[in-house]
């Protein structure tokens, strides 16, 4: 565990050093290409007078509700898709298109429906999240084996209780994968309406530092999006995977 960690430290610190030894070149001019000090002086501005962690809480509690929405849509739907053959020929073609779809074409609809508002934005994070999610807890379902299915319904299981004792239980791997999908999607979509949205956010700040040619402030935002996408895929989902495949013994 102390070498896996002495490798990331290493690496991490011959990127910073790589990356001070390129601004030090000046091939490019500052506001093109900052130094770690000056990314540094963005977040210990931001800190200073809020404004970086207003725009983090702000992104995140949309990220939060847009995502939470794609899960409680997403997860039943997905149950539905995977057992009903007429969902699979019918609905089931018509989000797959949907989820080819990328996020920001989302966004004209999202200010024609809502307009300028918080409700756009989170309508977007959730039609970015909602179909990976759905898709993944469709192919889980699809995966159980039929053996199963019918040993349960031998034994007497009516269909809440073989949902939820077999089939929920059995596609857990999937939905997990589908879940970490959509998260990252939803992050995606976040950052492509708050571009656009007006309001205080990771996404506005962004914006700001293109308009006021702010490099560093640009690539101080990217840093903090990063690091929480980290946050979560290591600290979240990477445990819950590995709980279920050792709770399932799936390797």
Known sequence: MNRRFATKFSFLFVVLALWQ????????????FPSPAEVLEVYTAGIADGTLLEATVSSL??????YAIS?????????????SRLVQDTVGVLMIGLQALPSI???????????????????????????????????????????SIRSARTLGANSLFLTIQVLLPASLPSMITGMKLGWSFAWRSLMAGELLYYGVGLGQRLSQ?????DMSLVVAVMIII??????????????????????????
């Open 71 to 83: 899960l409680l849509v997403g997860v039943p739907l997905g149950l539905i898709w995977g057992r």
């Open 209 to 213: 530092g293109r308009e006021l040619n």
């Open 21 to 32: 030894v390129l601004a030090g070149l000046q091939l490019w001019p500052n506001y093109l």
């Open 105 to 147: 074409t989302w966004l004209p609809i999202a200010l024609l429906w809502f307009g300028l508002s918080e409700m756009a934005v989170i309508f977007v994070v959730f039609m970015g999240a909602v179909w990976a999610i759905a898709i993944a807890t469709r192919d889980g379902i699809q995966s159980v084996p039929a053996n």
């Open 226 to 251: 990063i690091v929480f996408g980290l946050i979560f895929e290591r600290g979240v989902f990477q445990p819950l995977e590995r709980r279920i495949r050792e709770q399932f013994n799936l390797g």
């Open 61 to 66: 509690a949309r990220l939060g509700v847009g």
